[in-house]
Structure formats: structure tokens, C-alpha cells
Nanobody
Framework: QLQLVESGGGLVQPGGSLRLSCAASGFTLDYYAIGWFRQAPGKEREAVLCVSSSNGRSYYSDSAKGRFTISRDNAKKTMFLQMNSLKPEDTAVYYC?????????????????WGKGTLVTVSA
């Protein structure tokens, strides 16, 4: 069964850090673009950041630049989202995604696999 499972969400104070993980089962991450989306209450889902599998193309939303980083451990079939200097406006359900296309100009599109999401709440 092909699936992605996120973990690491929770409550964090403003200015704090959180590391989300996304474990793949049934397939490997090696040859896919990977990325993270989020959906805040009452808002549409947005791409946060992504990275391609081959040439290192990456995309960072304005909100992610300088604060969030994405990484992967292909051997462990796991990807990560490191979030620093968190703000209340970062509160959202975060989804990992695999496949599709990551462009530094246009962002992330066409993901083939999605996790079910993990809630991140930034509040004092």
C-alpha cells in the first residue's frame, strides 16, 4: 500500500521550532520531487516549499524563506520540514506531498501522493 504519514505536529510557542516528518511506505522518495503544503483555517491550501529529485530545483514561499527548510533521507524513505521562528500565522494543517513538478518560479504542482496532514498550532 502506497502511503505517506506525517508526524511531529503539535503546539509550539511563537518563536519556537518544530520538525515535521513524513514517512513513505510502499515506494521510495529517490526519484520524486517532494514538498510540503499547508492549509490554515478558512484558507485555501498553499504550497510551502518543495525540492526536485534531480537538479536541485527548489521553491520557497515568501512565508517559508529564511525560516523553513526541507530535507529527505532516501534510505529511510522519510522527508522532513524544519520550521524555525514560528509565528501564529503558521498555524495550519501541514501536508507532505511526493511526485509532480517543483519549479523555483511556479512552485509545486501535480503531486501524486499526499499525506493526511498534521496540525501545527503556534500560540502562546
Amino acid at each position: 500500500q502506497l502511503q505517506l504519514v506525517e508526524s511531529g505536529g503539535g503546539l509550539v510557542q511563537p518563536g519556537g521550532s518544530l520538525r515535521l516528518s513524513c514517512a513513505a511506505s510502499g515506494f521510495t522518495l529517490d526519484y520524486y520531487a517532494i514538498g510540503w503544503f499547508r492549509q490554515a483555517p478558512g484558507k485555501e491550501r498553499e504550497a510551502v516549499l518543495c525540492v526536485s529529485s534531480s537538479n536541485g530545483r527548489s521553491y520557497y514561499s515568501d512565508s517559508a524563506k529564511g525560516r523553513f527548510t526541507i530535507s529527505r533521507d532516501n534510505a529511510k524513505k522519510t522527508m522532513f520540514l524544519q520550521m524555525n521562528s514560528l509565528k501564529p500565522e503558521d498555524t495550519a494543517v501541514y501536508y507532505c506531498a511526493v511526485g509532480g513538478y517543483c519549479s523555483g518560479l511556479t512552485g509545486y504542482s501535480g503531486a501524486n501522493y499526499w499525506g493526511k496532514g498534521t496540525l501545527v498550532t503556534v500560540s502562546a
